[in-house]
């Protein structure tokens, strides 16, 4: 039996994060879970957008003066934005919480004892592959969408939302993975994070000063995806998306927190 | 060198680890041994710093562990069965295992064939039976080519031929100079792969000395005694402290006491002895003996755990 050499050399220097980034992005690309994820994002958004356009293009005809008003043909075709996130949140979940579940946790911060440098390597990993996951699919759902409507009813052109609304899936990613690494229980962060965005907008909706607009859904549905401007919601544009960029922040710093003061 | 020093842990009120120290040196294979939940994990949980000590601290070659540049490659460690992703292949693992520590791709390959999992490192880990997943664990642990080894109980679950693969392969470890803490509750396999031995019993510090020394401690304090006036002898001994067993022809299995002890005790009374054999004592009765008092879940004991004071006394008895 050889165990190779007998005098081990550790090498100059520390591991930087960059080395955690590239153990990070073999992790996020050979889990069976995170990759279904992330293909149910890309199906599901284009699939969705697809038939509401092709719906809608086939509606025009019929339509009262009022609703042709209403009419928002990139917002249409972005329809698949309302399950895009329930997907990206939970693989920003997965990639925290999975190692929690199995014990991979323990070999991970062996491996990598200084904790906030190993949730900021998931983090940037994780951002770079659901930015262009996300913008990919947006573009394409966007594209195919006009190019369905195009013809049978007023469409689009580029230029108008989809460069946010991809970015801003990619920090509701991150919200999930902050969450993962708050909660540490896949079931339990998955339901925090499905309550928060996709519930919470339901039950404030009842309360009196519009507070649903501040809610992850609702920014991403009208301030982020739309072009026209919808009354009692956040205007199209920066604002949801700085606000998304607050909460992710916020609970990747309190992810971090916890993280480096509690046991593994 | 690991070095433990001081190391408290407590869990609520629980105090898994209590003012724990020893040391872990080069070249040598150290076998920490305890009852079942002694603190022996948890202890190898405090020196890998995954859980914070209360009190005390943990060193590795001089730092903390959090400390270390390369962790991987200054320690290997395996904790527990199962610490990996079991939807992620056995080559992935330890392919992101040796990214974090800028191992090459190909030391992946080399540890795998090392563990006997060459032509399964492609298939799910999930799909391993305990020994292949205990297999896979040493693997991380061999990843990083590291002078010092923390394995917690690697045996569980390998077959008796793993075991001799285990232990031909710790040895070997040591005989390169590396240093190896290994966990186990069984004292006999023990025997045959640690050269020294820290023996904890309720997260305290009951021993730390070499194999033969704990041998040695108890050999000798078992007697056989053969006497005409077994039934005095019996009485003057059991009236002196000992344990005495009577078998059936007079014999006399007595414990706690030394051959000489038992010779002068007889003497003393003026009762003839035919027979004084002291008896060699197995490591693993050396063991029991040591970790009697603490050990916190014992069949019929009717309570879960004592507190620290009455483990005392119970040492005290069992330790005249």
Not at chain 1, 180 to 195: H, K
Not at chain 2, 32 to 44: D, Q, R
Not at chain 2, 137 to 164: K, Q, R, T
């Amino acid at each position: 039996m050889t165990v190779t050499a007998a005098a081990p050399e550790i090498p100059p220097g520390r591991y930087r994060v960059v080395h955690v980034m590239r153990a990070e992005w073999v992790k996020l690309r050979s889990v069976r879970s995170v990759r279904w994820v992330l293909a149910a994002m890309i199906v599901g958004t284009l699939a969705l957008g697809i038939t509401d356009c092709l719906v809608e293009a086939s509606d025009w005809a019929h339509m009262t003066a009022a609703s042709r008003a209403r009419f928002d043909p990139a917002n249409i075709s972005l329809a698949g934005l309302a399950f895009a996130p329930l997907a990206i949140g939970i693989a920003g979940v997965l990639v925290m919480s999975g190692e929690y579940g199995s014990g991979l946790i323990r070999s991970t911060l062996a491996a990598v004892p200084r904790r906030r440098l190993l949730l900021v390597a998931k983090a940037a990993v994780l951002a770079a592959v659901a930015l262009a996951l996300s913008e990919v699919t947006v573009f394409t759902a966007f594209l195919a969408g006009q190019a369905v409507l195009a013809g049978r009813a007023p469409h689009a052109t580029l230029g108008q939302p989809g460069v946010l609304s991809g970015a801003y899936l990619a920090l509701l990613a991150l919200f999930g993975l902050g969450l993962g690494a708050v909660i540490r229980r896949s079931a339990g962060a998955i339901a925090a994070y499905a309550g928060l965005v996709l519930v919470l907008p339901y039950v404030l909706l009842a309360l009196p000063g519009n507070p649903a607009r501040f809610v992850p859904e609702t920014m991403l549905a009208s301030s982020v995806a739309a072009v026209r401007p919808q009354a009692h919601y956040l205007p199209p544009g920066w604002e949801g998306f700085a606000l998304m960029a607050v909460y992710a922040a916020v609970t990747l710093a309190a992810g971090g927190w916890l993280l480096s003061r509690r046991d593994a | 060198m690991i070095e433990a020093c001081g190391l408290v842990k407590r869990y609520g009120s629980t105090v898994a680890v209590d003012g724990l120290s020893f040391t872990v040196h080069a070249g040598v294979v150290t076998g920490f041994l305890g009852p079942n939940g002694s603190g022996k994990s948890t202890t190898m949980r405090l020196l890998l710093g995954l859980d914070a000590p209360d009190a005390g601290e943990a060193r590795v070659n001089g730092r903390r562990y959090a400390d270390l540049p390369w962790p991987l490659r200054e320690v290997g460690s395996m904790l527990e069965a199962r610490s990996f992703h079991p939807g992620r292949s056995a080559h992935n693992h330890l392919l992101a295992l040796a990214r974090a520590s800028d191992i090459p791709a190909t030391r992946v390959g080399e540890v795998l064939d090392l563990v006997g999992l060459a032509g399964v490192g492609g298939k799910r880990a999930g799909t391993f039976s305990l020994g292949m997943g205990q297999r896979l664990g040493i693997a991380a642990a061999l990843l990083g080519d590291p002078g010092l080894l923390v394995l917690d109980e690697p045996a569980n679950g390998l077959d008796p031929e793993g075991i001799v693969w285990l232990r031909t392969l710790v040895r070997s470890l040591a005989g390169e100079g590396r240093g190896v803490l290994i966990s186990s509750h069984l004292i006999s396999e023990m025997a045959l792969t640690a050269d020294r031995v820290v023996v904890i019993g309720q997260g305290r510090l009951i021993a730390e000395t070499s194999v033969a020394e704990l041998s040695a401690r108890t050999a000798g304090r078992r007697v056989l005694v053969r006497s005409p006036d077994h039934g005095r002898l019996a009485a003057a001994l059991d009236v002196a402290g000992a344990r005495v067993e009577r078998s059936p022809g007079g014999l006399l299995l007595v414990e706690g006491m030394t051959a000489q002890a038992v010779a002068d005790l007889a003497a003393t009374h003026q009762i003839a002895v035919h027979e004084l054999t002291p008896q060699p004592a197995s490591l693993e009765e050396a063991y029991m003996e040591l970790t009697r008092a603490s050990t916190q879940y014992r069949p019929g004991a009717g309570h879960g755990q004592r507190d620290g004071d009455q483990a005392r006394m119970n040492m005290k008895e069992t330790r005249p």
